[in-house]
């Protein structure tokens, strides 16, 4: 009776090398070896031997026969795993190669860029704290700049236009911005329409920020609740003009 342990051999089909194969090796796989020398799998039942043939001598190798020296059983067990799985049969573990891991960031940064770009203004409208890191971020990315101003949050209030009897042809529009929000807002864009007696309109315009408080006053945005008292000139369109109307826009900020 062949105990677990002892040792058999068996022949590789393609270079005719014999190797030992212990009872347990041969059947951890079903009998299914890999060659130490040509790599090659094959079954080891097919070629089993009982014992280990005598030695033919050394010389190269010539169809059917091995004229290599067979190893002797001590050195066959060290230099070959003749109970090796199949490659199929292997769980490699998984490598994170430096492409896969760039190509990862780009899709973070891609799905970043989207999110800021379609959803920045309602994340710092809901979180006004983020709105210096938004607007740094998109301005980093190469995003148009965009306001976070509600202007239904902005009151316009002692709205006027008079004549300026020093100045020919000239009119004084002046109003009082309010912001009734609880963060700070860019100033809005002011539209000022003259109408006629039908309601025809004969002049529009619409002053920007810098236009009617100056670059250097117009940064600094409004505070909530504070009162800015907004005065500028105009061209006086001419007597048709009768009537007269002041909207506000958000305004979109340039890059």
């Given at each position: 009776?062949?105990?677990?342990?002892?040792?058999?051999?068996?022949?590789?089909?393609?270079?005719?090398?014999?190797?030992?194969?212990?009872?347990?090796?041969?059947?951890?796989?079903?009998?299914?070896?890999?060659?130490?020398?040509?790599?090659?799998?094959?079954?080891?039942?097919?070629?089993?031997?009982?014992?280990?043939?005598?030695?033919?001598?050394?010389?190269?190798?010539?169809?059917?026969?091995?004229?290599?020296?067979?190893?002797?059983?001590?050195?066959?067990?060290?230099?070959?795993?003749?109970?090796?799985?199949?490659?199929?049969?292997?769980?490699?573990?998984?490598t994170r190669t430096p492409f896969w891991v760039l190509g990862n960031l780009l899709l973070v940064l891609l799905l970043g860029a989207q999110v800021l770009y379609f959803y920045g203004q309602t994340l710092v409208q809901g979180y006004p704290p983020a709105g210096r890191i938004v607007a740094y971020t998109r301005n980093w990315l190469?995003?148009?700049?965009?306001?976070?101003?509600?202007?239904?949050?902005?009151?316009?209030?002692?709205?006027?236009?008079?004549?300026?009897?020093?100045?020919?042809?000239?009119?004084?529009i002046s109003a009082t911005l309010v912001n009734r929000a609880t963060t700070t807002q860019p100033f809005p864009l002011l539209e000022v329409t003259f109408s006629g007696a039908a309601g025809k309109v004969i002049a529009r315009r619409v002053f920007h920020p810098q236009e009617y408080l100056g670059a250097a006053r117009s940064r600094a945005g409004m505070l909530p609740d504070i009162a800015v008292t907004v005065s500028f000139d105009v061209l006086n369109p001419g007597k048709r003009a009768v009537g007269y109307e002041i909207r506000l826009f958000a305004a979109r900020q340039k890059q």
């Open positions: 009776m062949r105990g677990p342990d002892q040792a058999m051999y068996t022949r590789c089909p393609r270079c005719h090398t014999v190797f030992s194969l212990s009872e347990t090796e041969y059947r951890a796989r079903n009998g299914l070896v890999r060659c130490g020398r040509c790599l090659n799998v094959f079954q080891s039942g097919d070629t089993l031997l009982q014992e280990l043939p005598a030695e033919t001598g050394s010389g190269d190798e010539t169809a059917g026969k091995a004229a290599a020296a067979y190893p002797p059983p001590e050195s066959a067990a060290a230099e070959t795993s003749l109970a090796f799985p199949l490659l199929g049969q292997v769980r490699r573990p998984r190469g995003l148009p700049r965009f306001t976070t101003a509600d202007v239904g949050l902005i009151d316009l209030e002692h709205a006027q236009i008079a004549v300026r009897p020093r100045v020919p042809n000239a009119l004084r």
